[in-house]
């Protein structure tokens, strides 16, 4: 098979691999069809079977391609107002994102909606990678997928079906819609549609849905959107690509999230996002997520003492097909546990070794459960112990959660899958809010916003909260995100926030890079002006669990820079 065979075969997976291959391990199979994203990081197309032997083997618990969904639940531009976004693009400032390139990771565009042609009526776009699309040419450099140009997109556009000749599009309207509110044109003055970086270039990377080996093992409910991190790890390497090829600035908006993860370090997706961040010219604004509210996390502590235990209680809904429970001790702790079904069955206390699993069935209930043990896991160094339950039965489940004596104070996170990835109702039952950002708005390098509703300046009830698991800040800073005009109509989520926020930095590009006033920005430092920025209530303490440092405020950014 070639490469790009393997690349779309439902029998070869994804593995990432974050050390230099293949001259350390000399493996052929990973040789065989490997991309490099960057310098820790590569992507391997693998047999599956290979897979499940290279990380039970190494332990390496990363090394899989994690799945992640999409965060989202007459026009009216008073979210912009309300975030600063609107006084800046008008003089003496008149900031609209000009030179910069905008990078939108998702779920594609609908290119020939007007808020995306510029006066001309020609596409502000510069290319659409679409990964689902095999009948093109790839980009240079990749394996798979589609590559439209701006060309190729004015030429569509004047046919009487534009989608005929450029037939890349967008079914779900998820990436169409976070595209308008960060980069959309204005229309009619503003009567019809106002984009917060109006006038800034945008690549779209439309990504495929994740393979059914992928869905399978994280029991991914039929027709729900789910994305795996290589591509999305390869999507954001061609954004990236632009701050060299065009000479621009680039920002990358991501409007997706997960649950699998330790919440401190992050996924290799994450870290890589750290490695970009760093970088000058480029920004990387993440969503936190809409798993405040779910009930999908539990934090806790085992009582001291040989014969202490701490019960968790998750109570599965009818109909759920499966869910994965991950759960993380904080070092030095070493942890065993039991598991009681709704019927009274039990799993008696198990001890786990360094890197083990096991398979257990029931007398009386149809539920299969593994469970998969690593003692220390390779990036952070703590326990990790994943619950796999298959067909499990309605009603409450108890994990019985047990600390070695002398081993630690027992602190132990539990993370359920994110809303869309369960059929039903399924949640712990003494649940904590906090700790709840999803996966990769949790990297430290990256601007994470939370969400709030702008039209009362409350906190919206769904969005994720921190701080990270060991206390880092996050989120950065609150974004409106509750009732958003987009391109397709009013939508609430954390992906909104998200692409408001980019619009924000794009216009602060434009007056750094562009207007060359800050030539060499990073990321951290754009990150300190927005924080520095933010418009906080005097009723409250920053930073804060909710809100971050405040509330999106572009205007107060240069409002801090003028008292200076």
């Not at 499940?52 to 912009?80: H, K």
């Given at each position: 098979m070639t490469c790009n065979e393997k690349i779309l075969s439902e029998d070869y997976g994804e593995l990432i691999i974050d050390f230099t291959v293949p001259v350390e391990i000399q493996d052929p199979i990973i040789a065989e069809c490997l991309t490099v994203v960057n310098e820790r990081f590569s992507i391997a197309y693998v047999p599956l079977n290979y897979i499940d032997r290279f990380t039970s083997s190494l332990y390496r618990y990363d090394n899989g391609s994690r799945v992640y969904g999409l965060m989202q639940e007459a026009f009216d531009p008073i979210s912009l107002a309300n975030s600063g976004i609107i006084?800046?693009?008008?003089?003496?400032?008149?900031?609209?994102?000009?030179?910069?390139?905008?990078?939108?990771?998702?779920?594609?565009?609908?290119?020939?909606?007007?808020?995306?042609?510029?006066?001309?009526?020609?596409?502000?776009?510069?290319?659409?990678?679409?990964?689902?699309?095999?009948?093109?040419?790839?980009?240079?450099?990749?394996?798979?997928?589609?590559?439209?140009?701006?060309?190729?997109?004015?030429?569509?556009?004047?046919?009487?079906?534009?989608?005929?000749?450029?037939?890349?599009?967008?079914?779900?309207?998820?990436?169409?819609?976070?595209?308008?509110?960060?980069?959309?044109?204005?229309?009619?003055?503003?009567?019809?549609?106002?984009g917060a970086a109006p006038e800034a270039d945008i690549v779209v990377i439309k990504l495929r849905q994740a393979k059914k080996y992928l869905r399978d093992f994280?029991?991914?409910?039929?027709?729900?959107?789910?994305?795996?991190?290589?591509?999305?790890?390869?999507?954001?390497?061609?954004?990236?690509?632009?701050?060299?090829?065009?000479?621009?600035?680039?920002?990358?908006?991501?409007?997706?999230?997960?649950?699998?993860?330790?919440?401190?370090?992050?996924?290799?997706?994450?870290?890589?996002?750290?490695?970009?961040?760093?970088?000058?010219?480029?920004?990387?604004?993440?969503?936190?997520?809409?798993?405040?509210?779910?009930?999908?996390?539990?934090?806790?502590?085992?009582?001291?003492?040989?014969n202490g235990y701490r019960d968790v209680e998750i109570r599965v809904g009818e109909g759920e097909g499966g869910f994965l429970v991950e759960m993380w001790g904080n070092v030095p702790n070493i942890f065993d546990a039991s598991v009681k079904t709704p019927g009274g069955e039990t799993i008696p206390r198990f001890k786990l070794g360094v890197g083990s699993g096991q398979r257990y069935t029931f007398v009386y209930e149809k539920t299969v459960i593994t469970i998969q043990s690593i003692l220390v896991e390779a990036a952070t160094g703590e326990e990790l112990i994943i619950f796999r339950f298959e067909a499990p039965t309605p009603g409450v489940w108890t994990i019985r959660v047990f600390n070695q004596p002398d081993e630690g104070n027992g602190v132990f996170n539990m993370w359920l899958p994110i809303t869309q990835f369960l059929k039903s109702n399924t949640f712990f039952l003494n649940s904590s809010p906090y700790i709840t950002l999803t996966d990769p708005g949790i990297a430290e390098g990256?601007?994470?916003?939370?969400?709030?509703?702008?039209?009362?300046?409350?906190?919206?009830?769904?969005?994720?909260?921190?701080?990270?698991?060991?206390?880092?800040?996050?989120?950065?800073?609150?974004?409106p995100g509750v009732g958003?005009?987009?391109?397709?109509?009013?939508?609430?989520?954390?992906?909104?926030?998200?692409?408001?926020?980019?619009?924000?930095?794009?216009?602060?590009?434009?007056?750094?890079?562009?207007?060359?006033?800050?030539?060499?920005?990073?990321?951290?430092?754009?990150?300190?002006?927005?924080?520095?920025?933010?418009?906080?209530?005097?009723?409250?303490?920053?930073?804060?669990?909710?809100?971050?440092?405040?509330?999106?405020?572009?205007?107060?950014?240069?409002?801090?820079?003028?008292?200076?």
């Amino acid at each position: 098979m070639t490469c790009n065979e393997k690349i779309l075969s439902e029998d070869y997976g994804e593995l990432i691999i974050d050390f230099t291959v293949p001259v350390e391990i000399q493996d052929p199979i990973i040789a065989e069809c490997l991309t490099v994203v960057n310098e820790r990081f590569s992507i391997a197309y693998v047999p599956l079977n290979y897979i499940d032997r290279f990380t039970s083997s190494l332990y390496r618990y990363d090394n899989g391609s994690r799945v992640y969904g999409l965060m989202q639940e007459a026009f009216d531009p008073i979210s912009l107002a309300n975030s600063g976004i609107i006084r800046t693009q008008r003089p003496p400032l008149s900031l609209t994102g000009r030179g910069v390139v905008m990078a939108f990771i998702d779920t594609g565009i609908r290119y020939a909606e007007p808020m995306f042609l510029n006066s001309a009526g020609n596409t502000r776009l510069l290319t659409i990678w679409d990964q689902t699309i095999q009948t093109g040419t790839p980009p240079d450099g990749y394996n798979y997928g589609s590559l439209f140009t701006r060309d190729d997109i004015n030429k569509a556009l004047q046919a009487k079906n534009p989608y005929a000749v450029v037939p890349s599009t967008d079914e779900d309207g998820h990436g169409t819609a976070m595209a308008s509110v960060a980069a959309g044109s204005i229309l009619d003055g503003g009567y019809t549609f106002w984009g917060a970086a109006p006038e800034a270039d945008i690549v779209v990377i439309k990504l495929r849905q994740a393979k059914k080996y992928l869905r399978d093992f994280y029991f991914i409910p039929e027709g729900v959107p789910a994305y795996g991190g290589a591509d999305i790890m390869l999507g954001v390497k061609f954004a990236e690509s632009f701050a060299r090829t065009m000479q621009k600035p680039v920002v990358i908006c991501i409007g997706m999230g997960t649950n699998t993860g330790n919440h401190v370090l992050g996924s290799p997706l994450a870290r890589y996002l750290n490695d970009i961040a760093i970088n000058r010219n480029r920004s990387v604004v993440i969503c936190g997520g809409n798993e405040g509210n779910a009930a999908h996390h539990f934090s806790g502590s085992v009582p001291e003492g040989v014969n202490g235990y701490r019960d968790v209680e998750i109570r599965v809904g009818e109909g759920e097909g499966g869910f994965l429970v991950e759960m993380w001790g904080n070092v030095p702790n070493i942890f065993d546990a039991s598991v009681k079904t709704p019927g009274g069955e039990t799993i008696p206390r198990f001890k786990l070794g360094v890197g083990s699993g096991q398979r257990y069935t029931f007398v009386y209930e149809k539920t299969v459960i593994t469970i998969q043990s690593i003692l220390v896991e390779a990036a952070t160094g703590e326990e990790l112990i994943i619950f796999r339950f298959e067909a499990p039965t309605p009603g409450v489940w108890t994990i019985r959660v047990f600390n070695q004596p002398d081993e630690g104070n027992g602190v132990f996170n539990m993370w359920l899958p994110i809303t869309q990835f369960l059929k039903s109702n399924t949640f712990f039952l003494n649940s904590s809010p906090y700790i709840t950002l999803t996966d990769p708005g949790i990297a430290e390098g990256a601007i994470t916003v939370s969400t709030y509703n702008d039209v009362n300046n409350s906190f919206y009830v769904n969005s994720g909260r921190g701080f990270l698991r060991n206390g880092m800040i996050k989120p950065d800073f609150a974004a409106p995100g509750v009732g958003i005009s987009t391109a397709l109509g009013r939508r609430t989520g954390s992906s909104l926030a998200a692409a408001i926020t980019a619009g924000g930095v794009a216009q602060f590009l434009q007056w750094a890079v562009v207007q060359q006033n800050n030539l060499l920005i990073t990321n951290p430092e754009l990150k300190s002006y927005f924080i520095r920025g933010a418009t906080r209530s005097s009723d409250l303490e920053y930073p804060n669990r909710n809100w971050g440092y405040g509330r999106l405020n572009v205007t107060g950014v240069f409002d801090v820079m003028a008292r200076v």
